[in-house]
């Protein structure tokens, strides 16, 4: 139920949206999705629109304790952008942090000190706990943070049904799943990278079981958001395809341990529902073999300059791949940037 004390904020968002704007955003997007616009070609966008209200600052700690809280802070995002010039999609999520795969196989909430306001994390199971999880049952949908995610995911279904502006202009995006290997890294600690080589039987198994949960956590967000089905937003974008995963953890592993440990993971997960992946720091030394999985729509990385981006470029937008750089413009010579997009902080 949509409170008092949301409601003017609410309403205040759905006043502010210009429907002219979010058309020719979304018309640009879709097209982007389908291969079909250069990066050149981005919209003029909305026009700044400030607000009347005096929206709070809510700090990730009360958010995270407090359903209320959390839209006001997802929704003040979407007031900032409003309040601006810019060309982004206006997005909200369940913002519960990096640990939500973890938090169901029963790693325990890490709350960030209060004045660092950073999400929250998670604190290890390690190997011994870890093992014990391969013969146990699949976790229930709604355990660890998933409950607390999909109360405030219905909330964000009430007010999208409730407000026709928002409902079509603001994307819900799909909670933060990480990846199978993000994941087991978080629940293993970073002695993981060993067991790769003493373990190998167990590690499959696990990530196995993750991916299980994973698509377990889609096909229940996709039918709380159908209208999300074919379309991954992320990072104030969007790409086709349902599923948004992390590699972060790739950045460690060999192209030997990348092609058996993660490409057969997130390639069936991509194939099975199209999507983009994200990895930060450096990974030209697997570009290639991420950019062969089946399904992959696009990739997204934010620290070009750890790369050797010639090598990058060659194996994703010469190729039609879509690349999306979370960095300010760079002048690229000798690619086709008809299918790289920048997105710097609005």
């Given at each position: 139920?949509?409170?008092?004390?949301?409601?003017?904020?609410?309403?205040?968002?759905?006043?502010?949206?210009?429907?002219?704007?979010?058309?020719?955003?979304?018309?640009y997007i879709s097209a982007w999705s389908r291969h079909e616009a250069g990066s050149q070609d981005r919209p003029r966008g909305r026009m700044a629109s400030p607000s009347r209200l005096d929206w709070p600052n809510i700090?990730?700690?009360?958010?995270?304790?407090?359903d209320e809280k959390m839209l006001?802070?997802?929704?003040?995002?979407?007031?900032?952008?409003?309040?601006?010039?810019?060309s982004f999609p206006l997005r909200v999520r369940s913002n519960f942090g990096v640990g939500n795969v973890?938090?169901?196989?029963?790693?325990?909430?890490?709350?960030?000190?209060?004045?660092?306001?950073?999400l929250p994390n998670v604190t290890k199971l390690g190997e011994e706990k870890c093992i014990e999880l391969i013969d146990q049952p699949l976790p229930d949908?709604?355990?660890g943070n998933f409950a607390d995610i999909y109360r405030v995911g219905s909330l964000f279904r009430e007010i999208a049904d409730t407000y026709p502006k928002i409902g079509k202009y603001v994307h819900v995006e799909q909670p933060d799943l990480q990846g199978p290997m993000d994941n087991l890294e978080l629940l293993w600690g970073s002695e993981l990278f060993y067991a790769l080589y003493d373990l190998p039987d167990e590690i499959h198994a696990l990530l196995e079981k993750i991916s299980a949960f994973i698509r377990l956590q889609i096909?229940?967000?996709?039918?709380?958001?159908?209208?999300?089905?074919?379309?991954?937003?992320?990072?104030?974008?969007?790409?086709?395809?349902?599923?948004?995963?992390?590699?972060?953890?790739?950045?460690?592993?060999?192209?030997?341990?990348?092609?058996?440990?993660?490409a057969p993971y997130d390639g069936g997960l991509l194939k099975e529902y199209g999507g983009i992946v994200h990895f930060c720091g450096r990974g030209d030394h697997f570009?290639?073999?991420l950019a062969?999985?089946?399904?992959?729509?696009?990739?997204?990385?934010?620290?070009?300059?750890?790369?050797?981006?010639?090598?990058?470029?060659?194996?994703?937008?010469?190729?039609?791949?879509?690349?999306?750089?979370?960095?300010?413009?760079?002048e690229v010579r000798g690619h086709d940037t008809a299918n790289l997009v920048f997105l710097p902080r609005e």
């Open positions: 139920m949509i409170s008092d004390l949301l409601k003017p904020f609410l309403d205040d968002i759905e006043e502010r949206i210009d429907v002219h704007a979010e058309d020719e955003i979304l018309t700090n990730i700690n009360d958010a995270i304790a407090d006001l802070s997802e929704f003040g995002r979407v007031n900032q952008r409003l309040s601006i010039d810019g973890a938090s169901a196989f029963g790693a325990e909430l890490f709350v960030m000190p209060r004045e660092s306001n950073t949908k709604y355990a096909n229940g967000w996709l039918a709380l958001f159908p209208e999300n089905r074919g379309r991954s937003n992320y990072f104030r974008y969007a790409e086709s395809g349902s599923l948004v995963l992390r590699d972060d953890s790739a950045m460690n592993l060999s192209p030997k341990f990348f092609s058996e440990y993660i570009i290639e073999l062969d999985l089946e399904g992959l729509k696009g990739i997204n990385m934010s620290q070009p300059h750890l790369n050797d981006m010639d090598k990058v470029f060659s194996a994703t937008i010469d190729r039609g791949i879509h690349l999306s750089l979370s960095v300010d413009p760079f």
